[in-house]
């Protein structure tokens, strides 16, 4: 199997596959059979930068064409991508570079900086350079033969008790998503999809362009920041039919916009965590429909959802999807991970799950008709506006500041991320102020990457703790 030859060579080259936006507001079409050649062309100056089946390409670029081309290039010869989320800051992929020992980073020069040294890099220059049909071009590499089981893609977990683990999925993950993809995302051939999620996530590799074409529709990447109503504005201008955002941007678009109908949109879809019922009614007043909630992990891939075609129950994650198997011990969401052709293969260290029944560490509870409710986490992870953060890396930025002696990190209630991060901080020396509170979070957004860092910041005297010495974080939680 190869996906260039699966999917991309069994469509008409005249496919539109990619509609790419600017952060001006600039589009511009890629059809399949450019972005075939294209990414061939990118493939063999992988090649003759000493890549190979096998090895690992990182990214640090945002929703631009250089990602997709990039990805598409591993698929073709058989290396393994690892997009990065390009926030992350040196600690952080300094973290990923010694798990993972890529070959090779394609990224944008200002985020290329961040890498430890001895790390080869290619900036999107040198890609442009590749791309140019004008100028002397690489032999593209083979299409390589690829077994189901032949490593693709490596995405990192948040961490909860320690450092994030790199997370390997086979082949079979790419095509493996067509199940999610018909049955929970719901593009359809000849429409227009657009998952906001920014790269470097599990749920970006597979719903920003694997859905869409799986499906027979065309992806909107969008290299921007977040605006609310530039968002609407865009959504409307492209006439996109599926829209896929985490939770936080339909509250934010909901309270910092004023919603109005769009004429082509046809469904929308959301996960990461419920939504509350406020933002759907605002949703469905505006615009006739509600977001359908999903659910995965990095491990897993999609689990649940609210399916195509079916009622959605608001706040709830949807029934397990078409074959995926699942139950409920002592509260405890579990899957059968042979049911599931987007479970992983292995941890970067190499510890595989061979029990027949994967623990996501999710509190859910099942109602009469077999739909899911998420009612939280077994672990300490902080889910916040779509991201899921370690307290650890946190605590770990905090610690490396000289006038902190301990540090936990919690969540904390916010109505338009979900929750934020908390830290409850000891001072070695010092005083509490709100000066040092503010120092304190921007070293943490110079240690690791900005999205992690505490937006509210308290002083304690001591921490609470086990009789082990372990800190009690539900305790700072106030549970």
């Given amino acids: 199997m190869n996906l260039i030859e699966d999917l991309l060579e069994r469509s008409p080259a005249s496919r539109l596959g990619i509609v790419a936006v600017d952060g001006e507001a600039n589009r511009r079409d890629w059809h399949f059979g450019e972005l075939i050649a294209c990414s061939?062309?990118?493939?063999?100056?992988?090649?003759?930068?000493?890549?190979?089946?096998?090895?690992?390409?990182?990214?640090?670029?945002?929703?631009?064409?250089?990602?997709?081309?990039?990805?598409?290039?591993?698929?073709?010869?058989?290396?393994?991508?690892?997009?990065?989320?390009?926030?992350?800051r040196r600690h952080d992929l300094e973290h990923r570079v010694a798990a993972a020992g890529p070959k090779l980073c394609v990224g944008e020069s200002a985020l290329l900086g961040e890498l430890p040294p001895g790390i080869p890099t290619m900036d999107l220059d040198e890609v442009a350079r590749?791309?140019?049909?004008?100028?002397?071009?690489?032999?593209?590499?083979?299409?390589?033969?690829?077994?189901?089981?032949?490593?693709?893609?490596?995405?990192?977990?948040?961490?909860?008790?320690g450092a994030p683990r790199g997370v390997v999925h086979a082949y079979r993950y790419l095509l493996g998503q067509r199940t999610q993809a018909e049955h929970w995302f719901g593009s359809r051939g000849g429409e227009l999809a657009w998952c906001t999620t920014a790269t470097g996530w599990a749920k970006s590799a597979r719903n920003v362009f694997l859905a869409p074409w799986l499906t027979g529709a065309a992806a909107v990447i969008h290299d921007g920041r977040f605006d609310p109503a530039e968002r609407l504005d865009i959504i409307e201008a492209l006439g996109v039919d599926v829209l896929c955002m985490a939770p936080t941007e339909y509250r934010m678009l909901a309270r910092r916009t004023t919603l109005r109908a769009l004429p082509a949109l046809r469904r929308m879809v959301s996960a990461g965590e419920p939504l509350d019922p406020e933002t759907i009614a605002a949703w469905q007043a505006a615009t006739g429909l509600e977001p359908a909630d999903g659910y995965g992990q990095t491990e897993t891939g999609h689990v649940s959802a609210n399916l195509v075609g079916e009622p959605i129950k608001q706040g709830s994650m949807g029934v397990p999807l078409p074959g995926i198997e699942t139950r409920l011990v002592e509260?405890?969401?579990?899957?059968?991970?042979?049911?599931?052709?987007?479970?992983?293969?292995?941890?970067?260290?190499?510890?595989?799950?061979?029990?027949?029944?994967?623990?996501?560490?999710?509190?859910?509870?099942?109602d009469e008709d077999g739909y899911l409710f998420f009612e939280g986490r077994d672990d300490d992870i902080i889910l916040s506006a779509g991201y899921r953060i370690g307290p650890t890396e946190v605590e770990a930025a905090l610690l490396s500041h000289a006038a902190v002696a301990e540090a936990a990190a919690v969540a904390a209630p916010d109505p338009d991320r979900g929750a934020v991060v908390k830290a409850v901080v000891v001072?070695?020396?010092?005083?509490?102020?709100d000066e040092l509170a503010r120092e304190l979070q921007e070293h943490c957004k110079r240690e690791t990457a900005p999205y992690k860092f505490p937006r509210i910041v308290e002083f304690a005297a001591e921490l609470p703790k086990t009789s082990t010495g372990k800190i009690r974080r539900a305790a700072l939680r106030g549970e």
């Fill in 40 to 88: 061939a062309g990118l493939s063999g100056a992988f090649a003759a930068r000493g890549v190979g089946r096998g090895d690992v390409v990182m990214t640090l670029v945002g929703n631009r064409i250089e990602w997709v081309l990039t990805l598409l290039a591993c698929w073709r010869m058989g290396a393994v991508a690892l997009p990065c989320n390009t926030m992350l």
């Fill in 130 to 161: 590749v791309l140019d049909e004008d100028l002397p071009q690489e032999t593209p590499a083979a299409i390589e033969p690829m077994d189901p089981g032949d490593p693709a893609l490596i995405v990192f977990t948040s961490g909860t008790t």
């Fill in 331 to 366: 509260g405890e969401l579990q899957l059968r991970a042979a049911s599931s052709p987007t479970f992983f293969s292995h941890y970067l260290d190499g510890e595989r799950f061979a029990e027949e029944w994967w623990p996501t560490g999710d509190r859910v509870r099942e």
């Fill in 427 to 433: 001072l070695r020396d010092g005083e509490p102020s």
